[in-house]
């Protein structure tokens, strides 16, 4: 497989139209959380699906985008993978139904949920397959993520923090080098502290169970370290870059799990590295789970594009908890194998 690369040739982003202010918040719990919201965790609105909108036509609107950029087809796609722990159904995959609402026909499919890290546990295959097999030329990868459905809208523990959107990228074989390393770890003492934990085995949605204690709902059961991800992202940053002989002052743009940002401002003071080369969404969009990433990175170079070679990080924990960081040369003309000359 000598010579090829993967690289992300294009990326996209769908957030629902309807917008929650933390105004709402404040009148529905008669207390003032807005102030809290953020003080303590940076989040000012978030945006809600429809009720005739589920994950996978989020991530059809993100993924068409990023196709459109990609100057690709659905049709073109070698494979279609979807990270999340917010499925259309418990089986089968959500990716299978995107690839029939994209009618990416000629796609193999599958979801990966590792919750929150999933969309960069994602990514990492996606580079690994495109690496590996002369087969495998064109990926969607692509991050949904529907918690509002799952949400108690009088906890104000879940309900004040969680929205809804996708986002998506496209990654193809490549000439030059894309794809430069990635580290998956994960703390699984901490798989019972927060979850949907009604609707799979352990606690079925049976009758019975739903009377005891309401449908599937994301809860918060217990606490994990405050400080888990800052004490973690810096050293699974530093990490992942010497695989490729690079440091933290290399890189142009780190994007983070987009859930509190106190949190992203603490990494990267530790790491010494300046604000300007990150880039936080959930002011505006919430928290997306599984799609903060791809859509902060899609935010992120919409508003300033990368130069030539910039090199971005994603650093990313999820529910279990599962930890994926990918570092990424970007090209924003790469040489694509095999040779594509179609105009946009």
Known sequence: ???RNAQIISSGRYIPARRVDNAY???????PVS???VQNVGIESRHVMAHDEVTSDLVVHAAKQALERACVSAAELDLVIVATDTPDYISPSTASVVQHKLGATHAGVFDVNAACAGWVSALDIAARYVATDVDINRVLVCGGYAMTRYLDWDDKKTATLFADGA???VVGATQEPGYLGGKLEADGQFHDALGIYTGGTVRPATAANVAESGPPTVRFVRKFPST????RWPTLIADTLAKSGNTVEDV????????????????????????????MVMNKWGYLGSACIPAAFDDAIVQKPLEDNALVVFCATGGGLSMA????????????????KRPC
């Open 325 to 340: 960081c990918a570092a990424w040369r970007f090209n924003t003309a790469p040489s694509l194998l095999p040779p594509t």
């Open 35 to 37: 102030e809290w919201l």
């Open 25 to 31: 918040f404040d009148a529905r719990f008669d207390k």
């Open 252 to 279: 142009s743009l780190f994007v983070f799990t987009q859930l509190n940002a106190r949190t992203i401002e603490t990494v990267m003071d530790r790491m010494h590295v300046p604000m300007e080369r990150t880039h």
């Open 167 to 169: 986002g998506a990228v």
């Open 228 to 231: 888990f991800n800052s004490d």
């Open 1 to 3: 497989m000598f010579g």
